[in-house]
């Protein structure tokens, strides 16, 4: 071959790409400009290192004949996929084109994503899933259902092996939606998201109810009400810096330790601000997340469904360089008390934690479940089972302070020694007893108290010797349930101390197939 045909083929290359880049062409990606998105190709090169990224199967092409398809060209079948990398670090990732017929996923859009995750599995590299689509291509019919099957089979044969990450950066409807709910995270942007199983007029003809697609299945809706959304950002910028705040944490799979970052925040830092925040009086709540953010490295905190459940928090951190998970009861909320949705939340966060190697810091400030027939009726019950089973489940070091309030079952689901803590630290403060005083000298006082003269003075002579005996940490001390009672100020270099030495903690399951998590 001439030297001239060889540069004819490599302008045709260039060509044939350049015509596959512009996706739906450009009017397509001014309306998408118009409406606050970037296209699909412009979504990886913000997430990905500069110059990183490689794609795959930019020449794929559709199979179907069926309503016109036959004559229709779909550049990359409507999905751009490929990998790079992430402050160096290898990742594979996909973005839907809605320029091209709505992103809608068709047989061989579907088998490009398969494809992917069968090269991050390989690889062992995280997966990032950038979802803008009008759901299964009508025109392909089952193969594009087929298509959402192998997507969902691979996300869950892939959990717990890579961190997988979903990115809803416009529509996201129907079945579409399980995929990245198979998946560990989800981002939303506001305005721009939205996800619903069915939408707005499906709504409307099954049960009259009307609803805008915002209120339905937008980020607000998803980050306050159904606890769908683990991030929600303003704009797609943000939301793809977030994205790549949250991979610095996380391992690469699951035989990975955590990335280490540097710190010049010292492991030994005294906490005297936690004199100031706790209050003694068990009615006076505080805010738990300057506990969380003055014992971790600074700045370290990222928060995790920060607007679901709040009588909890949750979210990554550092202590000393290395990626921690934290666990918190919130006073401010439901005085901290844990109930139906904190199950959910807190359980799905300590299986993600345990499955990539980060260990557990779990502070205590619980006075229990919450009461109520709502609660009783929705299953409080086997929800709570999720936090009791996720935390006996983990075998990642678990390092447990106690602040103040631990009663009843909720001091036990809030990773007790018995339930596998590695290390209880409590502070002076702590009040460790089987419930609150007043329930408690109502119960195992009722003659006592109906019989004398005057029975609020006897209600108070038995509250104040049942406080005396059991508010306290020296009761679990002396029976080794909390190991150490520190002074708070102490407790960063406490806690740190105690991950440095669990660190190594391996231990073996016993070759079960899995367990039956009560869902
Ligand atoms: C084929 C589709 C499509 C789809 C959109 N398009 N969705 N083509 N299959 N599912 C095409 C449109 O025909 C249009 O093509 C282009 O994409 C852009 O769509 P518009 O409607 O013009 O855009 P917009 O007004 O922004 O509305 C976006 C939308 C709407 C809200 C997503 O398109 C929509 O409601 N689509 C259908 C959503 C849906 O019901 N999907 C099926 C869900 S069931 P042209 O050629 O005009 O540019 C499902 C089952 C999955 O997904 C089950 C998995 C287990």
């Known amino acids: 071959m001439t030297r001239k045909k060889l540069e004819e083929l490599v302008d045709g290359l260039g060509k044939k790409k350049d015509g596959l880049f512009l996706g739906g062409g450009s009017a397509a990606i001014e309306k998408q400009h118009q409406g606050g998105k970037m296209t699909a190709r412009e979504r990886i090169h913000v997430l990905l290192d500069r110059d990183s990224f490689e794609e795959v199967d930019l020449f794929v092409e559709h199979r179907s004949d069926r309503f016109g398809l036959g004559e229709k060209s779909l ?25 091209v017929i709505g992103g809608s996923l068709g047989e061989m859009h579907a088998k490009k994503i398969c494809k992917i995750m069968d090269m991050a599995l390989k690889v062992g590299a995280p997966v990032v899933g950038i979802n803008d689509s009008g759901g299964a291509r009508i025109q392909e019919g089952i193969d594009s259902l087929s298509g ?15 961190p997988q990450i979903a990115v809803i950066a416009g529509p996201c409807a129907g079945g579409a939606v399980y995929s990245p709910a198979l998946m560990d995270f989800i981002f939303m942007i506001e ?3 939205k996800m619903f199983v069915t939408g707005p007029q499906v709504v409307k003809a099954a049960t009259g109810e009307e609803v805008s697609a915002e209120e ?8 306050t009400k159904s606890g769908v959304a683990h991030f929600v950002l ?10 790549k705040k949250l991979l ?7 035989a990975e330790e955590p990335p280490y970052r540097e710190s010049s925040d010292p492991v030994a830092r005294s906490n005297p601000s936690f004199l100031e925040v706790v209050s003694t009086n068990p009615n006076k709540p505080y805010d738990i997340k300057k506990i969380i953010v003055d014992l971790v490295d600074r700045d370290s905190f990222l928060e995790i469904q920060r607007d679901y459940a709040r009588n909890m928090v949750i979210g990554l951190a550092r202590m000393g360089g290395n990626t921690v998970g934290i666990v918190a009861n919130q006073p401010y909320h439901l005085a901290g008390c844990l109930d139906i949705d904190t199950g959910d939340k807190a359980s799905r966060f300590i299986r993600f934690c345990d499955a990539f190697n980060i260990p557990l810091v779990t502070l205590v400030d619980v006075p229990g479940f919450l009461p109520g027939t709502n609660q009783e009726f929705g299953g409080i019950i086997r929800h709570g089972a999720k936090i009791l089973y996720a935390y006996s489940e983990a075998t990642v070091p678990k390092i447990t302070v106690i602040i103040r309030k631990a009663y ?32 408690a000298v109502n119960i195992i006082f009722r003659r006592e108290i109906d019989a004398s003269l005057d029975t609020n003075v006897e209600r108070e002579k038995l509250l104040a010797q049942y406080r005396q005996e059991f ?24 806690v740190a101390r105690a991950l440095e030495i669990f660190w190594s903690k391996r231990e073996n399951g016993r070759g079960k197939k899995h367990g039956i998590i009560p869902v």
């Not at 610095?248 to 699951?254: D, I, M, Q, R």
């Not at 590695?422 to 702590?430: C, E, H, Q, R």
């Not at 508010?471 to 406490?494: H, L, M, S």
């Open 75 to 99: 550049p990359a079948d409507g999905v751009v996929t490929g990998f790079g990398t992430v402050d160096g670090r290898p990742i594979f990732v996909y973005s839907q084109d809605f320029t």
């Open 148 to 162: 959402y099957g192998q997507i969902f089979f691979r996300n869950t044969r892939s959990s717990g092996i890579i």
């Open 191 to 193: 305005g721009i998201s």
């Open 216 to 223: 339905l299945g937008g980020a607000h809706t998803h980050a």
């Open 234 to 243: 303003k704009n797609e910028d943000a939301c793809f810096g977030e994205v």
């Open 248 to 254: 610095a944490y996380l391992p690469s799979n699951n």
């Open 408 to 439: 009843g079952g909720a001091y036990l689901a809030m990773c007790c020694r018995d339930l596998g803590a590695d290390l209880v630290l409590a502070w002076p403060t702590a009040e460790i007893a089987v419930m609150g005083a007043e329930g």
């Open 471 to 494: 508010y306290n940490p020296y009761e679990a001390a002396k029976r080794g349930y909390v190991d150490q009672v520190i002074d708070p100020r102490e407790t960063r270099f406490k």
